[in-house]
């Protein structure tokens, strides 16, 4: 089954940042998805970030991190990358990148899918 695959979590103090990366199996094309990134943390539900679309390249972001994390995408690479700044202890959970057709505003996990197995992010002192 194709999928997501992603990378680049660990673990870090608070104020600290990280860079996320989202590539794509072999046989699966990420020009032709628009990508989001979601979060889960241990019993909550997955929780929307942001997303990017295709061509235009133009990226949404939750207003609760708007001001700390930045999604990229660089096409030629084939990989789009969440860049998490400032981060905070209540940033930790498993991310995520899914693939979807449309991005929008709200961030609908059930609007993705390819999802990969995730990267932890942990923050704590």
């Known amino acids: 089954q194709l999928r997501l695959v992603e990378s680049g979590g660990g673990s870090v103090q608070p104020g600290e940042s990280l860079k996320l990366s989202c590539e794509a199996d072999e046989g699966l094309d990420l020009d032709h998805y628009d990508i989001g990134w979601f979060r889960q943390a241990p019993g909550k539900e997955r929780e929307g970030v942001g997303c990017i679309t295709s061509r235009t390249v133009v990226a949404r972001i939750a207003e609760s991190v708007k001001h700390r994390f930045v999604i990229s995408r660089d096409n030629f690479q084939k990989v789009v990358r969440l860049h998490l700044n400032s981060l905070l202890p209540e940033d930790t959970a498993l991310y995520y990148c899914?693939?979807?057709?449309?991005?929008?505003?709200?961030?609908?996990?059930?609007?993705?899918?390819?999802w990969g197995q995730g990267t932890q992010v942990t923050v704590s002192s």
């Open positions: 899914g693939a979807t057709e449309v991005c929008r505003p709200t961030l609908r996990a059930d609007e993705y899918g390819f």
